[in-house]
């Protein structure tokens, strides 16, 4: 069996995410939109039970699959979904003095990764998940992100 395309081009795949949370964000490198994403996957990892963060990874090319799961600390207690600033605040404090995550970090990236996630997939796996998620990973959602929001 051959090498399945999305991993003869995982760099590509990957650089591609990168570029377009940078633009998207109007931050200068992907460098800093790597922090970016990675502070708004790890926010998102830390309010879902395994199962949730595991079908949501499934979803993603291999990639960004494996910018999602990097640096999981398995031990970590589950926290709830809050406000939009307590969270947004949780991302920039990802390494601070590195961090340029702009206020509009979590829906910038939600809107970049409907580009590069397979639509009908996302679309069940969003179909199926709690209201909370579904804000999450809405791009256009701007209210909070709490229980009764």
Same mark, same amino acid.
């Given at each position: 069996?051959?090498?399945?395309?999305?991993?003869?081009?995982?760099?590509?795949?990957?650089?591609?995410?990168?570029?377009?949370?940078?633009?998207?964000?109007?931050?200068?490198?992907?460098?800093? *939109? #790597?922090?970016?994403?990675?502070?708004?996957?790890?926010?998102?990892?830390?309010?879902?039970?395994?199962?949730?963060?595991?079908?949501?990874?499934?979803?993603?090319?291999?990639?960004?699959?494996?910018?999602?799961?990097?640096?999981?600390?398995?031990?970590? *207690?589950?926290?709830?979904?809050? *406000?939009?600033?307590?969270?947004?605040?949780?991302?920039?404090?990802?390494?601070?003095?590195?961090?340029?995550?702009?206020?509009?970090?979590?829906?910038?990236?939600?809107?970049?990764?409907?580009?590069?996630?397979?639509?009908?997939?996302?679309?069940? #796996?969003?179909?199926?998940?709690a209201q909370q998620i579904q804000n999450y990973w809405n791009p256009k959602y701007r209210g909070?992100?709490?229980?009764?929001?």
């Open positions: 069996m051959p090498v399945p395309a999305e991993y003869q081009r995982i760099y590509d795949h990957l650089y591609d995410f990168l570029q377009e949370v940078r633009d998207i964000c109007d931050i200068e490198t992907t460098h800093r *939109s #790597y922090t970016t994403i990675q502070g708004v996957f790890q926010t998102f990892r830390r309010r879902v039970d395994f199962a949730e963060a595991v079908g949501f990874s499934n979803l993603l090319p291999a990639g960004i699959r494996a910018l999602f799961v990097a640096e999981w600390d398995l031990q970590e *207690s589950k926290l709830d979904f809050t *406000s939009r600033t307590d969270l947004i605040h949780e991302i920039q404090y990802l390494r601070r003095g590195h961090n340029f995550a702009p206020d509009t970090a979590i829906q910038d990236v939600a809107q970049a990764l409907h580009r590069h996630v397979e639509s009908d997939k996302l679309a069940k #796996y969003l179909g199926n998940a909070d992100f709490l229980a009764d929001a």
